[in-house]
């Protein structure tokens, strides 16, 4: 009877993992005389362990990434332009409770969205909400939440995450309006919540993506006033193996 008042009252706690394993637990203890402290220290440590496994697992899921990468499996050897040291730095997330921004410039191909994505699983697995979208479905979902009447709900959702990515800023121009809404949103969360940028043009071409400099400067003010630049120098991943097989010519390094 004891066992079943146990079981049941871990159900009621919603200690999930404690009462899966609770007897097989205590034949392991009584088989390797394990003191009462060191029982209740292990299988609480483990019942941590498994609700920051499921934590990370529905922050991860929320955070709505494209793909799951991590630092571990980016190819630095291919791209020696990149300070290793720094990335290791960021991936401290210091950068998330303060506000601060980072922004990834670079070609296509060159593993800007593979850094983004691994620093937001890192900051994820921190226990900060993250969000990841690409700039121009970001644009998109501003200017239908103006048309609707619906726009300070959508700036509000935008600025709920601790941590939000933007992806591939410069790849279709943005026009007038869209870049004013983008300016609210980036004014809102200017030294609140943190910012992971990635765009294929340098600074100085941030005006011909939002078509008004006036526009461009008071948003690059805002994103570059506590940040980190990651300018990446070299060819596409996506094409070394092309390079590899002489399917194609090794294409020219492209300046950021």
């Keep these: 009877m004891s066992l079943e008042r146990i079981q049941d009252n871990l159900r009621h706690l919603r200690l999930y993992r404690i009462q899966d394993r609770l007897e097989t637990a205590l034949e392991e203890a009584a088989k390797n005389n394990v003191s009462y402290t060191e029982f209740l220290d292990e299988i609480l440590s483990q019942e941590v362990a498994s609700k920051q496994e499921k934590n990370i697992s529905v922050r991860t899921s929320m955070a709505k990434f494209?793909?799951?990468?991590?630092?571990?499996?980016?190819?630095?050897?291919?791209?020696?332009?990149?300070?290793?040291?720094?990335?290791k730095e960021l991936a401290e997330c210091r950068f998330v409770p303060n506000g601060e921004n980072v922004v990834f410039l670079g070609p296509p191909g060159v593993g800007k969205t593979h850094l983004a994505v691994a620093l937001g699983v890192k900051a994820v697995t921190e226990g900060y909400r993250t969000y990841f979208t690409q700039a121009m479905p970001l644009i998109a979902s501003l200017t239908k939440a103006y048309a609707e009447n619906r726009i300070e709900e959508r700036l509000k959702f935008y600025c709920q995450p601790k941590l939000l990515i933007i992806d591939e800023i410069g790849y279709i121009p943005i026009d007038r309006h869209g870049a004013h809404l983008f300016f609210q949103l980036i004014s809102r969360r200017y030294e609140k919540g943190a910012l992971i940028l990635t765009s294929n043009r340098s600074f100085s071409q941030w005006n011909e993506i939002f078509g008004d400099p006036v526009i461009a400067t008071a948003i690059?003010?805002?994103?570059l006033h506590h940040s980190a630049t990651i300018n990446i120098k070299g060819n596409s991943y996506r094409l070394r193996e092309k390079v590899k097989a002489g399917l194609i010519k090794e294409p020219d390094v492209e300046e950021s």
Excluded: C, G, M, N
């Design 66 to 87: 494209p793909y799951v990468k991590t630092l571990e499996t980016f190819d630095f050897a291919f791209q020696p332009s990149i300070d290793k040291k720094r990335i």
């Design 220 to 223: 690059l003010d805002r994103i």
